[in-house]
């Protein structure tokens, strides 16, 4: 069974950095692509960022390009997301999700929630 | 990367059909047909109910369906349960490795 367990959310000043961790299991992960999709308060699901089971092709939403960035370590099993120079705006709940190269079947963790606040 | 459109709210009683609208461009669902579904229960994960457009996880009931017609795919619900009552979101890839959300929809069972 796919799982996914999040963790790395807190609490940052605007400006600061935060790095979130998606810890998988139950499948090969290296054959996976993998997401993040983020969630604010209140609001609707909004998509990130995308990464590919080798790394080599990656794509971001325009909101986020040029300060956060994906990766995987497929050796740990584990999806990253890097994020700098953080605004209020990108408090939210952030989950990852995964699917298999040959379909679009997403599965998704649980989230981490990150705060932005002084 | 706008968002796609969704109505605010849809709401039916127990045992009838409705059926959700999520509208797009050509840039997304009108090109791919990578449109997919999910259902939110507050203070949940999201839980895939249709892919591809109209395929259906397993274990996901029989009486959710998708299908696209142009720039609108839509999701329907028949013999609406207590259960279906939850927030619900549309995914279209969008090209150049990006996807995007709709603006989501809160079905109501009345």
């Known amino acids: 069974e796919v799982q996914l367990v999040e963790s790395g959310g807190g609490l940052v000043q605007p400006g600061g950095s935060l790095r979130l961790s998606c810890a998988a299991s139950g499948f090969t992960f290296s054959t996976y692509w993998m997401h993040w999709v983020r969630q604010a308060p209140g609001k609707g699901l909004v998509w990130v960022s995308r990464?590919?089971?080798?790394?080599?092709?990656?794509g971001y939403a325009d909101s986020v390009k040029g300060r956060f960035t994906i990766s995987r370590d497929n050796a740990k099993d584990t999806l990253y997301l890097q994020m700098n120079s953080l605004r209020a705006e990108d408090t939210a709940v952030y989950y990852c999700?995964?699917?298999?190269?040959?379909?679009?079947?997403?599965?998704w963790g649980q989230g981490t929630l990150v705060t932005v606040s002084s | 990367q706008s968002a796609l459109t969704q109505p605010a709210s849809v709401s039916g009683s127990p045992g009838q059909s409705i059926t959700i609208s999520c509208t797009g461009t050509r840039s997304d669902v009108g090109t791919y047909n990578l449109v997919s579904w999910y259902q939110q229960h507050p203070g949940k994960a999201p839980k895939l109910m249709i892919y591809e457009a109209s395929k259906r996880p397993s274990g996901v009931s029989y009486r959710f369906s998708g299908s696209k017609s142009g720039n609108t795919a839509s999701l329907t619900i028949s013999g609406l349960q207590a259960e279906d009552e939850a927030d619900y979101y549309c995914?279209?890839?969008?090209?150049?490795?990006?996807?995007?959300f709709g603006t989501g929809t809160e079905v109501t069972v009345l």
């Open positions: 995914c279209s890839y969008a090209g150049s490795s990006t996807f995007v």
């Open positions: 999700a995964s699917r298999p190269s040959t379909s679009h079947e997403w599965t």
């Open positions: 990464i590919n089971s080798d790394g080599s092709n990656i």
